[in-house]
Nanobody
Framework: QVHLVESGGGLVQAGGSLKLSCSAS????????MGWYRQAPGKQRELVAD???????KYADSVKGRFTISQDNGATAVYLQMNNLKPEDTSVYYC?????????????????WGQGTQVTVSS
């Protein structure tokens, strides 16, 4: 249905910035929400931020005021601008897309994950 390709991870010092990008292809008109999750070693995957097709955004408390999520028109890409990075932001970051397709009486929901990109913040 939808294929995702991520880029932009890397190593940065505390206080620095990185921008993650996720390009989407396929049945883009079926997408309802695009977002970013992260998973640190030994921890559960957690939501970082997401944005709906109506541009409603949600952020984890830990990143509010530091991270900004945005998307291109038509859901062709989603971005995560990360400023004032902290060592505790070190994780693998995953792009995530949720959507649905089909007739109202038989809606099929789906969820797609990107391959993940490593973000490492040194102190």
């Amino acid at each position: 249905q939808v294929h995702l390709v991520e880029s932009g991870g890397g190593l940065v010092q505390a206080g620095g910035s990185l921008k993650l990008s996720c390009s989407a292809s396929g049945r883009l008109r079926t997408i309802s929400t695009m977002g970013w999750y992260r998973q640190a070693p030994g921890k559960q995957r957690e939501l970082v931020a997401d944005i709906t097709s109506g541009y409603i955004v949600k952020y984890a408390d830990s990143v509010k005021g530091r991270f900004t999520i945005s998307q291109d028109n038509g859901a062709t890409a989603v971005y995560l601008q990360m400023n004032n990075l902290k060592p505790e932001d070190t994780s693998v970051y995953y792009c995530n897309v949720k959507g649905a397709y089909g007739p109202v009486e038989a809606v099929q929901k789906y969820e797609v994950w990107g391959q993940g990109t490593q973000v490492t913040v040194s102190s």
